[in-house]
C-alpha cells in the first residue's frame, strides 16, 4: 500500500529518541491492508513515598514500546512490541495483520478508513518548572517535612506524604498520513494523617487519596502552601476524633467539588460509556442503566445540570489534542440543562451505535489498544456562591473528600462516604461530623440538584485510578466541578 508519510514530522523535533517511527512505518510490507497505524509511547514514571518520616519507596520506571494498528477487511487488528527495530516492526505488523483476518470471519460491524481520519498537530501540557527544577534530595526532604507537619499531635499515629511524577511521550503516525506527537507531564500527590483515640480512627487526607493531580510542573511543589495544608489535615484528622457522628436522616447535601469529582466519576461518566451501553464491558466492568434510545430524550437530572466532555482545559489531569486513534479532541457538552445529549464513545463505537460520541479512544500504554475512557468529564459552574448556598440552608450536612464507594453494576444506585463534614444549622456550618455517608439512585440524585457554585468555587481534580477493560487498563481521569446543593437526600454514619 502507498503511505502518505510526511517528511516535516513532528517526530523530527525529538532528537533524543533514536528509534524512527516514520522510518518503521515506511518498512513495513503489508500489501493487503487498507490502513495501518503506529503508536509510539515513552513513559518514564517517578515515585516518592514518605510514612512517618521514613522513605518507603524511591522508584523510578521506564516503559517504551510501539502498537501497531492494521485494518483488514473492515475489522482492526491489534499488535505490540518493545524490541524496536525494523524486523520486528514487521513481524509485529504481520500479527496484527492476522488477528484482523481472523476477527472479520465474525465480524459484529465492519469499519473503514473514515474510522481513521488524518491529523497532523502537537500538544504539550503547561507547566513553569521542569522535572529537574526539584533535585530527588530536596523532594525527599520535603516529603519528610510534610510528615512531620501532619503529626500536629500523639494521636497522630500515622502520617504519610506521596508524590508520582509521570513524563509521557507519544507519536501517532498512519498510511493516511496522519503525524500527532503530544508530550505530558503529570503530577499526583497524597498527604495524609491517621489519628487514633482508643477505638476511634480516622483519616484525613489532602482532598482524598491522590485526588490532588493535574497537568503541571515542579512549581506544585511550594513549601509553603503544601506545609499550610498539611497543617490543616492534621488538625482536622484530631477535630474528627472528638466530632458527632452523622446524623441518619433525609436532608439538603452539600457536596465540595472533592467528592463530586467521584460522583461525578460514577453516576455520569461510566454510564455514558458507549462500549459499555453496547455490551463491551458487562463481562468485566459492568453495563449501564442508560440506553442507547436514551440519548436526546432522557432527563438525567434537573435544569441546572450542565456536564461536559473537555480535554482542552488547560491543566486538567487527562487533557489532550488528540485522543490515542488520532480524532481532534473537542468540548462537547454531554448533558444540558439536565438532557443527555451525547455519549462517551470513540469513533467505532459511533458508528456501531450510530450515536454522537466524542475523542476519548484512550489506552494506558504502548502494549493496550484504545477502548471507551473518560477524560476530563467536568460539571459546569453555575451562579450561587458558597457563602449564599450555605446561608439558605435551614439544616443540612456539608461533605469533602472520597473515602469509600459502592455502585451497581449499571452505575444506578449508589453509596459513598467521605473524610471530613459539617453540620449546617439555621445559614451556618457548624458541628464538625465524622463518618459521613450518602446514597441515592443516579437520575433522582440529579434530578435533586437544587444549587450549583458559581466559578470562584470551581476546583479540578482527578484520579490516576480509572480500570476498565480486559485485559485491564488503569488511565488517568479528570473531574472539575463547582460546590453543589441536592435536596432530601438519604445521609448517615457509621461505626465509630
Not at 436514551?294 to 473537555?310: I, R
Not at 473524610?419 to 455517608?437: D, H, V
Request: proline share 3%; aromatic share 8%.
Amino acid at each position: 500500500m502507498k503511505l502518505d508519510v510526511n517528511a516535516d514530522s513532528a517526530l523530527d523535533l525529538k532528537s533524543d529518541w533514536k528509534f524512527d517511527l516514520k522510518t518503521a512505518l515506511s518498512h513495513i510490507d503489508l500489501p493487503q491492508a487498507e490502513w495501518i497505524g503506529l503508536r509510539e509511547v515513552k513513559e518514564i514514571n517517578t515515585t516518592r513515598y514518605v510514612r512517618d518520616r521514613l522513605p518507603q519507596s524511591n522508584g523510578r520506571s521506564l516503559s517504551h514500546g510501539v502498537m501497531i494498528e492494521v485494518l483488514v477487511n473492515g475489522q482492526f487488528g491489534y499488535a505490540s512490541t518493545n524490541h524496536l527495530d525494523l524486523a520486528n516492526m514487521q513481524l509485529t505488523a504481520q500479527k496484527a495483520y492476522q488477528q484482523a483476518k481472523t476477527a472479520a470471519r465474525w465480524a459484529v460491524h465492519r469499519f473503514t478508513i473514515n474510522q481513521r481520519p488524518k491529523a497532523v498537530g502537537q500538544y504539550f501540557s503547561p507547566f513553569l518548572k521542569p522535572t529537574d527544577a526539584i533535585a530527588p534530595k530536596e523532594l525527599n526532604e520535603l516529603l519528610i517535612e510534610i510528615c512531620d507537619t501532619l503529626k500536629v499531635s500523639d494521636k497522630i499515629v500515622k502520617t504519610s506524604a506521596y508524590a508520582v511524577i509521570t513524563e509521557i511521550e507519544t507519536q501517532f503516525i498512519s498510511s493516511n498520513g496522519s503525524d500527532i506527537y503530544q508530550k505530558f507531564l503529570v503530577v499526583a500527590t497524597d498527604y495524609a494523617a491517621t489519628a487514633q483515640d482508643g477505638a476511634i480512627i480516622q483519616r484525613r487526607g489532602d482532598n482524598g487519596q491522590l485526588a490532588r493531580c493535574n497537568q503541571i510542573g515542579m512549581e506544585v511543589f511550594d513549601r509553603s502552601a503544601i506545609l499550610q495544608r498539611a497543617k490543616v489535615v492534621g488538625e482536622q484528622a484530631v477535630e474528627l476524633l472528638s466530632a458527632a457522628e452523622c446524623p441518619t436522616e433525609t436532608t439538603s447535601l452539600v457536596l465540595a467539588p472533592d467528592q463530586m469529582l467521584l460522583q461525578i466519576h460514577e453516576s455520569i461518566g461510566h454510564p455514558l460509556e458507549i462500549d459499555r451501553i453496547l455490551g463491551d464491558e458487562r463481562n468485566y466492568a459492568g453495563g449501564s442503566f442508560v440506553k442507547l434510545e436514551d440519548f436526546g430524550k432522557m432527563q438525567y437530572g434537573s435544569s441546572l445540570m450542565n456536564v461536559t466532555f473537555d480535554p482542552t482545559r488547560a491543566g486538567e489531569f487527562a487533557s489532550y489534542a488528540f485522543d490515542d486513534a488520532g480524532i481532534p479532541a473537542t468540548k462537547e457538552y454531554l448533558i444540558k440543562e439536565g438532557k443527555l445529549l451525547r455519549g462517551l464513545g470513540s469513533s467505532e463505537s459511533q458508528v456501531r451505535s450510530g450515536l454522537q460520541g466524542v475523542a476519548n479512544a484512550r489506552a494506558t500504554s504502548w502494549n493496550r489498544p484504545a477502548i471507551d475512557r473518560m477524560a476530563n468529564i467536568n460539571l459546569e459552574a453555575g451562579e450561587h456562591s458558597f457563602e449564599s448556598i450555605i446561608a439558605d440552608i435551614e439544616h443540612g450536612v456539608y461533605m469533602e473528600s472520597n473515602r469509600s464507594w459502592s455502585i451497581d453494576d449499571y452505575r444506578n444506585k449508589f453509596q459513598f462516604g467521605c473524610e471530613y463534614a459539617k453540620l449546617i444549622e439555621n445559614g451556618k456550618l457548624t458541628k464538625t461530623l465524622r463518618n459521613p455517608n450518602y446514597r441515592g439512585i443516579t437520575n433522582q440524585f440529579w434530578s435533586s440538584l437544587a444549587k450549583v457554585g458559581d466559578q470562584p468555587t470551581v476546583e479540578a481534580y482527578g484520579s490516576p485510578f480509572c480500570g476498565k477493560g480486559e485485559p485491564n487498563q488503569v488511565i488517568r481521569v479528570g473531574h472539575a466541578s463547582p460546590v453543589c446543593l441536592f435536596e432530601n437526600i438519604e445521609v448517615f454514619g457509621g461505626a465509630s
